[in-house]
């Protein structure tokens, strides 16, 4: 019964959308120090009502078993592990200090009473937090273990609460513990909360309800609730289906985004100068880890070392590129099986001078904090930064190289060469070296590729094979250099493999992919978007 009354008073308090200020926090904490469970229970209320920072972290240090008090000036400190030479939290003073002999601390203990009266006053505490975070953390964690000693806590909040989203978890809350209830109408009502959630909890409880045996019977004694709920769980069940599909849509769009940055350098090397470079997935590797080793020389800014790991990628795959041409590819212009088993040669060296370098097996590449965590948007829709950032990453890249080919002088020589290589050299273009900056501009962009794709996927000499399939598929369907078409290719490809993986399985995704795409170049052999180039013919 004292519980419940304490109980009372701090959903009364609550009400009114402000603390007492008549007992301040040094006061209210005295009576924590007392032997006496009923003066450590009056002192909780207190502290309850006191507009004070401190009292949230004492109640939940309390509650946690972490909250002592110091014996020789019972000042309260926070001691997360006791040891001696151990740095405690102060909260008289509010600052850290160190503990020389650990018997001159001594624990706040708790009951069992106590700790439901804890778990109250931490609730009323978050819940009226003008810090949004906090009140979306605590009714997420109401929500997962909701007890009915804070139904009433839940209803005062609910009927206070701005956010739509922190409603829902006080909902899905009060919904979950009035299902427990034996009155019909307060079961019903029960359901009407849930209605209104995609969580898990949500979609469990409901099913629950329409459970029906072998017979098509309800489980469910309480034949109209079930078929109430019944009712309420098709209606959630067709917002779920629009979640997920959304949900797929914009994980097929972040994996479109992968394939474009890992085709739109092989549609200028291959679109553009006609050359089959089967070495374009050893330039991704090549970016990966030299993302890796940037790491390895600043592992202390993590975080920035992605920034400087993107130029210098694009540098060292650029290079290799440039060599590449220079050395072997501008010998076999015109002779595309030719550059095919060139490539396919230089591909092997790279992997195993990686091999040699690295070591064969796969390295670590940390991503950064801000890059990493998931974006919850309800139970129903989540997505990963990672994912998110990559693809805004592909939208840049895509968006700089547009305008280096339309506004700049060396897209317009590109371009010159591509349509008319005797006319370009005739007006002074140097077509050599255009092939070389046009080889070196793809196998760069690969290597940012690889920057990107070091954030998702593992990093090993066979990095580059995972993608070199997809990206010439993505290049082919889109438009042979056509970069629009990439474009297109890539996040149609991607939407279309999210959609039929969890149907088919991944590799008769693949497998079916693949002949969707050989019997559309029979239609179109020339992809979804034509361009008039060195190797097209009119």
């Not at 400190?77 to 001696?84: K, M, N, P, S, Y």
């Not at 970069?483 to 969890?502: Q, S, W, Y």
């Amino acid at each position: 019964m004292k519980i419940i009354k304490s109980l009372t008073i701090i959903v009364l308090a609550f009400s009114f959308a402000s603390f007492a200020r008549a007992n301040n926090f040094e006061q209210a904490v005295q009576g924590l120090l007392e032997n006496s469970n009923k003066k450590k229970a009056a002192a909780v209320e207190q502290l309850a009502k006191v507009d004070d920072p401190r009292s949230l972290p004492t109640l939940k240090a309390m509650l946690d078993a972490k909250l002592y008090y110091k014996k020789d000036d019972k000042s309260l400190v926070i001691i997360t592990d006791l040891e001696e030479g151990a740095t405690v939290h102060n909260l008289m003073s509010q600052s850290d200090e160190s503990i020389s002999d650990k018997r001159a601390v001594s624990k706040v203990r708790i009951n069992n009473k106590l700790r439901r009266l804890l778990r109250s006053s931490i609730a009323v505490l978050e819940l009226s937090s003008g810090d949004m975070a906090i009140r979306l953390e605590s009714a997420k964690n109401l929500a997962k273990n909701p007890s009915a000693d804070m139904r009433d806590v839940l209803i005062i909040a609910l009927e206070k609460e701005s956010s739509s989203k922190i409603a829902g978890f006080l909902s899905l809350s009060l919904g979950l513990i009035d299902l427990e209830n034996e009155d019909p109408a307060v079961r019903r009502k029960a359901v009407d909360y849930l209605s209104g959630s995609v969580e898990p909890q949500a979609i469990g409880a409901l099913k629950a309800l329409t459970a029906k045996d072998k017979d098509g019977n309800y489980l469910e004694q309480d034949k109209e609730l079930a078929a109430y709920a019944a009712k309420v769980f098709k209606r959630v069940d067709t917002k779920m289906q629009l979640f997920k599909t959304s949900e797929n849509m914009l994980f097929g769009l972040s994996l479109g985004s992968v394939l474009l940055l890992a085709a739109i350098g092989l549609a200028i090397t291959f679109g553009v100068m006609g050359v089959i470079n089967m070495a374009h997935g050893e330039m991704i590797m090549l970016g990966a880890y030299t993302t890796f080793t940037v790491q390895q020389l600043m592992p202390e800014l993590i975080g920035a070392s992605l920034f400087v790991a993107i130029p210098v990628a694009f540098i060292v795959a650029a290079a290799v590129g440039v060599l590449m041409e220079r050395l072997i590819i501008r010998h076999l212009y015109g002779r595309p099986l030719d550059t095919l088993l060139a490539t396919f040669g230089v591909s092997l060296i790279l992997q195993q001078a990686i091999r040699q370098i690295y070591g064969a097996n796969s390295v670590s590449v940390i991503s950064p904090p801000w890059i990493s965590g998931l974006w919850e948007v309800n139970g129903a829709l989540a997505l990963t930064y990672n994912r998110i950032y990559i693809l805004l990453f592909a939208m840049l890249v895509l968006g700089l190289l547009a305008l280096l080919l339309k506004k700049t002088l060396v897209g317009l020589q590109m371009r010159a060469v591509t349509q008319n290589r005797p006319m370009a050299n005739s007006m002074g273009i140097r077509a050599g070296w255009v092939d070389a900056m046009t080889f070196g501009l793809g196998s760069g962009i690969a290597g940012i590729a690889g920057v990107a794709l070091s954030q998702i996927a593992s990093v090993s000499p066979n990095l580059g094979q995972t993608y070199i399939v997809d990206s010439f598929m993505v290049v082919v369907f889109g438009g042979v250099g056509n970069i629009m078409g990439t474009f297109i290719g890539a996040m149609t490809l991607g939407v279309i493999n999210k959609f039929l993986e969890p149907q088919v399985g991944a590799v008769i995704g693949k497998i079916i992919v693949l002949v969707f795409i050989i019997l559309f170049i029979q239609w179109r052999p020339r992809g979804l978007f034509a361009l008039k180039g060195r190797f097209v013919e009119d």
